[in-house]
């Protein structure tokens, strides 16, 4: 079972800087995409950037030019850098990956255990 394990949320200013980390126990190469989601409280969980194996990362709209992913396969770990926040960006932020584990495309789904993030105006 591949654990992930989320760092570096916090409470920052509008205007500020975070990155979050997502540390894998095993390598990170062998999932298919890696991911970042947040939650807000009564709202569905959305995708905030996704990268695939391919090399392409996709962003939500919301981020933009604002965020950016990043993973370092040697240390097991990808990053989500979040400049320029908003207080639209708070919520519980969690790092997704997901394993492609047959023909057919089923796959499996790794979550961290989520990290709050909250900007203050």
């Known amino acids: 079972q591949v654990q992930l394990v989320e760092s570096g949320g916090g409470l920052v200013q509008a205007g500020g800087s975070l990155r979050l980390s997502c540390a894998a126990s095993?390598?990170?190469?062998?999932?298919?995409?890696m991911a970042w989601y947040r939650q807000v409280p009564g709202k569905q969980r959305e995708m905030v950037a996704t990268f695939t194996s391919g090399g392409a990362t996709y962003y939500a709209d919301s981020v933009k030019g604002r965020f950016t992913f990043s993973r370092d396969n040697d240390k097991n770990t990808f990053y989500l850098q979040m400049n320029s926040l908003k207080p639209d960006d708070t919520a519980v932020y969690y790092c997704n990956a997901k394993r492609v584990v047959n023909v057919e495309g089923a796959a499996v789904d790794f979550w961290g255990q989520g990290t709050q993030v909250t900007v203050s105006s």
């Open positions: 095993r390598s990170i190469s062998r999932f298919d995409t």
